[in-house]
Structures are given as structure tokens and as C-alpha cells.
Nanobody
Framework: QVKLVESGGGLVQPGGSLRLSCVAS????????MSWYRQAPGKERELVAT????????IYADSLRGRFTISRDNAKSAVYLQMNSLKPEDTAVYYC?????????WGQGTQVIVSS
């Protein structure tokens, strides 16, 4: 079955960096686009970034472009989110998402807290 496992979250000071990872299994990873979403306390889940199956195309939320970078390693069935210049408003649970036909799969999420 499809499984998405995120890691790499934690507590970081404003201005710091984190790299999130999502390791996938149960499907042919290299055939599908992957996305990162986030959900802050009391807010709706929102798209952070999407990367095409071959990694050549990326889409970012306008407010995050330039600070966040999505990438993937198809040999490792992994997608990454490099987050730089973190701000307190980036505090959220970050989720890896796969859309497989009519089905949507989410990982369990990894918590990112940006605080001094």
C-alpha cells in the first residue's frame, strides 16, 4: 500500500533552515508528481510546492518562492523541502502529498516550529 513518511521537522530559530524529507513506498514513485503542504494552527491546509515526476518542473506558493525549494530523488523514492530564512509564520505541520488518480494520500506530517 502507499506509504508516505515525513521527517526532518523540529524547532528552529527565525532565520534558520530546515530540510524536510518524505520517503515514499507502495507505488512507482518516478511516475508521479509530489507535493508539500502545510497546516498552521487554526488554519486550513495550504499548498507549499509541487514537483513534477521528473523533477524538471516546480510550482510554489507565491509567498514562499525564493525561500523554499522542492526537489526529489527518484532513485531513493524521496522528495525534499529545503526551507531557508524561516519565519515564525512558517510554523506548521508539513505534509507530503500524492495524488494517484482519484485518490489522495498524505503522510503523517512533521512539525516545524520557528521560534526564538
Amino acid at each position: 500500500q502507499v506509504k508516505l513518511v515525513e521527517s526532518g521537522g523540529g524547532l528552529v530559530q527565525p532565520g534558520g533552515s530546515l530540510r524536510l524529507s518524505c520517503v515514499a513506498s507502495g507505488f512507482t514513485f518516478s511516475r508521479f508528481a509530489m507535493s508539500w503542504y502545510r497546516q498552521a494552527p487554526g488554519k486550513e491546509r495550504e499548498l507549499v510546492a509541487t514537483i513534477s515526476s521528473d523533477g524538471r518542473s516546480t510550482i510554489y506558493a507565491d509567498s514562499l518562492r525564493g525561500r523554499f525549494t522542492i526537489s526529489r530523488d527518484n532513485a531513493k523514492s524521496a522528495v525534499y523541502l529545503q526551507m531557508n530564512s524561516l519565519k515564525p509564520e512558517d510554523t506548521a505541520v508539513y505534509y507530503c502529498k500524492l495524488k494517484l488518480g482519484l485518490l489522495t494520500y498524505w503522510g503523517q506530517g512533521t512539525q516545524v516550529i520557528v521560534s526564538s
